[in-house]
């Protein structure tokens, strides 16, 4: 059995820096500034990781499950609830992972990263005569990913439902390097 990873553990942040194209940010002050979000909480992570791709992801998820270590995805950090932080190696797919790759008006479709933020996601529907209802307070900072985490919903849910009643498909890297689509 290998020794307990610490917080800003050097040994795991070069390995990691060895395999993705991505950053790696194990210094006090980042974790410090992933150490919170829209919550009274605040935990400092292992480390903060951004992938540039997902063959970053998925090298991330390897090496910490090899690690012991648990990964915490997140985005802008807007949960009030504190789902974005945690003791972990944080991995933000708000910088790099965030373009919409497909929009299909036939079907008023649109396949996105889960860094999109959906300000940003409207206004790119929006000449289109399209939008995603799903109107979080915080959309100017909310990002897809994270509102699928978090089954967000916003003023007007009832009307037209949480992010489970509009999202058609989430393709998601699990625990086990195993690639899942539902």
């Known amino acids: 059995m290998s020794n307990p990873v610490v917080i800003g553990d050097p040994g795991l942040a070069k390995h990691i820096d060895d395999e993705i194209d991505g950053e790696v940010l194990f210094d006090a002050y980042s974790r410090g500034l992933y150490a919170t979000d829209a919550s009274i909480y605040q935990i400092e992570p292992i480390g903060v990781t951004i992938p540039r791709s997902h ?3 998925a ?3 390897s090496i910490a499950a090899d690690n012991g270590v648990p990964v915490l995805p997140r985005g802008g950090g807007t949960s009030q609830c504190g789902q974005t932080v945690g003791r972990a190696v ?7 992972l965030n373009p ?5 008006l036939q079907e008023q479709t649109a396949w996105v990263e889960p860094g999109v933020v959906l300000d940003e996601l409207n206004a790119y529907l929006k000449p289109h005569g399209l939008w995603f209802p799903v109107d979080v ?3 100017s900072r909310a990002t897809i990913g994270g509102m ?3 089954n967000s919903c916003g003023a007007r849910s009832l009307h037209y439902g949480t992010i489970r009643d509009n999202v058609i498909a989430i393709e998601a890297l699990l625990a086990d390097g195993a690639m899942r689509r539902r």
């Open 90 to 96: 944080v991995m933000d797919g708000s910088r790099h």
């Open 100 to 104: 919409v790759v497909e929009l299909d």
């Open 55 to 57: 063959a970053d992801v």
């Open 137 to 139: 307070s915080t959309g």
């Open 59 to 61: 090298k991330i998820m």
């Open 148 to 150: 699928g985490g978090n």
